[in-house]
């Protein structure tokens, strides 16, 4: 049923509610999140010589979201590339990413996706983020959000979003298959051990498995064979689907390795599969038109 707003104008209840929707989290919190401290010996930290790195605001449905923005200090536009956080949200490990990218030529930038929800970053106990906050997070919330990330990008002038491509962690892994469903504009996207099966809900109505035939980009999976969360039958169902509907998408599973081997901050960092994974996620955007 629509509903109109303030202004009389009639929206769908869905972007109603949404816009509606209280913002909790105003701004990035620094450092770590506090669920994952003492942060490992093993963390990378990425500099920002010769670049623009920061805190920036992105105008969405009722209001504004902080995000993590880094690009090369000079020249432009340049190829962009979403980064989608895990369930600890933008916290020093994310933006470190986009320094990464940023480093090699990219405009990145991770916007909060839970910031109408809460902030993850001082909660110590897992259980409590994902019950009290990833759990009431909406898709439909998440790709509006991701698409008013990628107009704000345009508006600067700095990103050319004509070579959009999309990279995520855990839970962002999951939203990199659902936005190259969501968004024709999407070039390539990367995947890190997304979970392709979680249990529906009402404000997760489809999985990466359900939407295949939709995926309108190549996507590279990258996926652990030992993760606990996400079983290799399922990696291997996905693949199937993917063969099955004739999609130039690509799964790479490391054998004996566990969930969040990208996170150089963690005790389940894998420094061989990891940096196996990023030189396969460059040549992945440079062949598929995010360079």
């Known amino acids: 049923m629509d509903r109109a707003d303030d202004a009389g104008v009639k929206r769908p209840a869905s972007q109603t509610q949404l816009s509606r929707r209280a913002f909790v989290v105003g701004s990035l919190a620094a450092g770590f999140a506090l669920a ?3 942060v490992s010996a093993d963390t990378i930290t990425t500099d920002s010589n010769g670049l623009v790195a920061g805190e920036v605001k992105i105008p969405v449905e009722g209001g504004e979201i902080p995000a993590y923005r880094a690009m090369p200090a000079s020249g432009g536009p340049f190829p962009t590339v979403l980064v989608v956080h895990e369930i600890f949200g933008v916290h020093e490990h994310i933006k470190d990413i986009c320094r990464r ?3 090699l030529g990219y405009f990145a930038v991770a916007p909060l996706l839970y910031a109408r929800e809460g ?3 001082s909660m ?3 259980k409590q983020i994902i019950a009290n906050v990833v759990a009431k997070v909406p898709d439909q919330q998440v790709a509006s959000d991701l698409d008013a ?4 990008a345009k508006s600067t002038g700095k990103a050319d979003t004509a070579k959009l491509g999309i990279t995520g962690f855990c839970w962002g892994g ?3 298959w659902l936005y190259a469903a969501h968004n024709r504009s999407v070039k390539a996207g990367v995947a890190w051990y997304g979970p392709l099966q979680p249990a529906a809900a009402a404000i997760r109505p489809k999985n990466p498995i359900d939407l295949v035939d939709q995926i309108n980009a190549p996507i590279l ?3 652990g064979g030992a993760d606990m969360g996400i079983p290799v039958a399922q990696i291997e169902q996905m693949r199937a689907a993917l063969k099955a509907a004739g999609k130039p998408s690509e799964i790479v599973i490391y054998p004996d390795t566990p969930h969040g081997f990208n996170a150089d901050y963690r005790p389940s960092y894998r420094p061989e599969a990891a940096k196996d994974g990023w030189k396969r996620m460059q040549a992945w955007f440079k062949a598929h038109g995010v360079a």
């Open 149 to 152: 990330t990628v107009a704000w």
């Open 119 to 121: 902030d993850v970053t």
């Open 36 to 38: 994952v401290m003492p």
């Open 124 to 126: 110590s106990d897992v």
């Open 101 to 103: 990218l940023a480093k």
């Open 174 to 176: 999951r939203q990199v």
């Open 221 to 223: 999976g990258l996926y």
